[in-house]
Structure formats: C-alpha cells, structure tokens
Nanobody
Framework: QARLVESGGGSVQPGGSLGLSCVAS????????MAWYRQAPGKQRELVAS???????NYPDSVKGRFTVSRDNAKNRVYLQMNSLNPEDTAVYSC??????????????WGQGTQVTVSS
C-alpha cells in the first residue's frame, strides 16, 4: 500500500529556515515525479516545488531562490529546504507523488501534510 509521510514542519520566525522531508513506502519511488504543495487557510492549494524522476526541478516565482527541492532515491525520500521564510509561507505543506507514462497515470499519491507557521 502506497504511503507518503511528511515530517519537519513547525514554527519559525520570519527570515528563518525550515527543512521538510517526505518518505515514501509501497511505491517504486525512483519512477515517480515528486512535488511539494501547500495550502493556507481560505486559499487554494498551490505547487511550491517539483522534481522529476530524472532530477529536473521547478519552482514558482513566489519561492524561487528561497526553496530547494531534492530527492534521495536510495532512501525513498524527497526534501524541501525553505529559507528566508515569511508569514505568507504559512500553510500546510503536502508531499505528492505521481507516475505518468504515455498511456496514463500509473500512480498518484498524497501525504497527510505538515504545518509550517512563520510568525514573530
């Protein structure tokens, strides 16, 4: 059974840093494209970072230069390093795994999320 579990959330002051980790089980992790999403109260979920199975990364302008996504296929883990955090980064951060091939989607899984709060 596929499972994604995030860890590393918490509270930090503006300007601080926080690192998130997501460990996957029950999936062929190296085949999956991985991503981090966040959702703040009253707002739509938004993508904050993605990394393909081949290691290519992508970020929206809102976090570019501050957030870094990486993966360790040997450990079935994807990471999100967040620097220069500000209160607008406060949200529940969730890990997403998707395996898409030319014929369709072979797997699509979400973690339960971890809270990140940026406040003075």
């Amino acid at each position: 059974q596929a499972r994604l579990v995030e860890s590393g959330g918490g509270s930090v002051q503006p300007g601080g840093s926080l690192g998130l980790s997501c460990v996957a089980s029950g999936i062929s992790f190296s085949a999956y494209d991985m991503a981090w999403y966040r959702q703040a109260p009253g707002k739509q979920r938004e993508l904050v970072a993605s990394i393909t199975s081949g290691g290519a990364t992508n970020y929206p302008d809102s976090v570019k230069g501050r957030f870094t996504v990486s993966r360790d296929n040997a450990k079935n883990r994807v990471y999100l390093q967040m620097n220069s955090l500000n209160p607008e980064d406060t949200a529940v951060y969730s890990c997403h795994a998707i395996w898409q091939v030319s014929g369709g989607t072979l797997g699509d899984h979400w973690g339960q999320g971890t809270q990140v709060t940026v406040s003075s």
